[in-house]
């Protein structure tokens, strides 16, 4: 008897989502896409690859499917590397959370997902020594008397005074953006970040929510970076997946 293929899982879409023609799954020889029907939810699977890696390859056919399958109805997509030992098995989870994956994907239907991430900008080391004493004194204190000890207590002022002057930036983009979008969730920490978030918002106000980035970089360049990504698969708002 042959024991059962564990199965690659992309996502979770309603039962009469198709998989777009032409698309191709993960591994160096993708196997065959399809729809594992479930009550009103299918879940879109391929057989797993024997060797599954983190390649740029397979990432992107993972996202790129996610996206093709947001652009004919609402989808749960999983995060890369969902593997599930047997068909069986996913179906049981299908069946047992009905209500809340019909609940999520109405909530991502025609939506899509923006990723901002802020971070400080050494332009405005001019405006910091201007606007906080502490890092003037200790950068005239410096050029009086260098020395590391005085060069490192210079350093880790001007590092937080710039960290702190783009966190304020940060909040006050946030709020703007949060009046376009529909729901914003905080990600993780991101090492030199001082803002990770994720907004969903309806994907026929990408061009306003971009201009309000935009607009917003242009004017507090001495204050921020901004690094905008997207539009992404709704993995942030998927909620009662599998």
């Not at 003037?136 to 204190?141: G, P």
């Amino acid at each position: 008897m042959t024991a059962p293929r564990s199965v690659y899982v992309y996502g979770v879409v309603r039962a009469s989502h198709a998989v777009p023609p032409g698309r191709a799954g993960v591994g160096e020889r993708p196997a065959p896409l399809r729809t594992l029907p479930a009550g009103a939810l299918a879940a879109v699977i391929s057989d797993a690859p024997d060797r599954l890696r983190a390649k740029r390859r397979d990432l992107l056919a993972h996202q790129d499917l996610a996206l093709a399958l947001a652009a004919d109805g609402p989808v749960l997509p999983m995060r890369f590397g969902m593997v599930a030992p047997d068909e069986e098995s996913v179906r049981r989870q299908l069946l047992s959370s009905q209500h809340e994956c019909l609940v999520a994907l109405e909530r991502v239907d025609g939506r899509v997902e923006m990723n901002l991430k802020a971070l400080p900008t050494e332009t405005g080391l001019d405006a910091l020594v201007r606007e906080d004493p502490q890092v003037s004194r200790l950068r005239t204190a410096a050029r009086r008397a260098p020395g590391y000890e005085a060069s490192v207590r210079l350093g880790e002022a001007v590092a937080r005074g710039l960290e702190r002057r783009a966190a304020a930036a940060a909040a006050a983009v946030l709020a703007e953006l949060s009046a376009v979008a529909d729901a914003e969730v905080h990600g993780p920490r991101v090492e030199g970040c001082v803002l990770n978030v994720s907004f969903l918002l309806d994907r026929r106000e990408q061009r306003r929510f971009r201009g309000v980035v935009e607009r917003f970089a242009a004017g507090h360049r001495d204050r921020v970076e901004l690094r905008l990504t997207g539009p992404l698969p709704c993995y942030s708002f998927a909620e009662g997946r599998v």
